[in-house]
């Protein structure tokens, strides 16, 4: 193992957000991490849920994982050759935007890489969100899934969420304590960024549209001080 440069000061001044012990806890976490595993990954989420990561975190019990405070991680990491903890890591500093984190471990980066392909969690959708697929509940009696399966595999909205979905902007009615709809209702189309109304019809029809993942942008050997970039099997 290389020689660490842990012993010199970095001022934490402009990344304290909340609290300095904070700060500084996760500062000598990550280098204590990123000195005792081989590989440091840094890993990009898409629709975040805290559930979920930590469900990855106990799937990698030998592993250690950080997430957000970004600016603290790429201090602790070293911004530059000069104050790098471990020579050439400086260069993971450019994948440290938006929501990502690091995994510190020492498994191969096969099996990370296989681990992080594998999983993906399916969630309800929160405003912002684009969607990824059309939902559409055709006319007539409004069932509780919305036409997402079979009619006759499904049960009528209870008459008690009529007032509900009305005031999401549902045309509906109560037809003799039944959920009623004149006309096909596009709650959404792909592509539409969806809004709160949206967001809370497809969850009252059970509809999810968020997917959480894992997407690995680049890693850290220790043993070859190389960071590099997994080649992406979907592009190209």
Do not use: W
């Amino acid at each position: 193992m290389p020689k660490s440069k842990r012993a010199k000061v970095v001022h934490l001044t402009k990344v304290e957000k909340k609290g300095k012990e904070g700060t500084l806890k996760q500062f000598s976490n990550v280098q204590e991490s990123a000195e005792r595993y081989r590989y440091i990954f840094v890993f990009a989420v898409d629709n975040m849920r805290n559930a979920y990561l930590k469900d990855v975190r106990a799937r990698l019990p030998d592993s250690r994982l950080f997430f957000g405070k970004t600016k603290v991680i790429a201090k602790a990491l070293g911004m530059s050759p000069e104050e790098e903890l471990l020579p050439n890591v400086s260069g993971l500093t450019p994948f440290l935007v938006g929501d990502v984190g690091l995994v510190c471990t020492d498994s191969s980066p096969s099996d990370i890489l296989q681990f992080f392909s594998d999983y993906v969690q399916t969630d309800f959708a929160r405003a912002g969100t684009t969607a990824p697929r059309s939902f559409t509940i055709p006319d007539g009696v409004v069932h509780s899934r919305g036409g997402e399966i079979p009619t006759e595999e499904d049960l009528p909205l209870p008459h008690d969420l009529e007032a509900r979905v009305r005031g999401l902007g549902m045309p509906t009615k109560l037809v003799k304590g039944k959920v009623m709809l004149d006309g096909d209702y596009e709650v959404c189309r792909e592509g539409q960024v969806l809004n709160s109304h949206q967001t809370s019809l497809l969850k009252t029809f059970g509809v999810t549209m968020a997917e959480f993942k894992v997407q690995i942008k680049a890693y850290y050997d220790s043993s070859s001080h190389e960071v590099i970039e997994p080649v992406d099997p979907e592009a190209g």
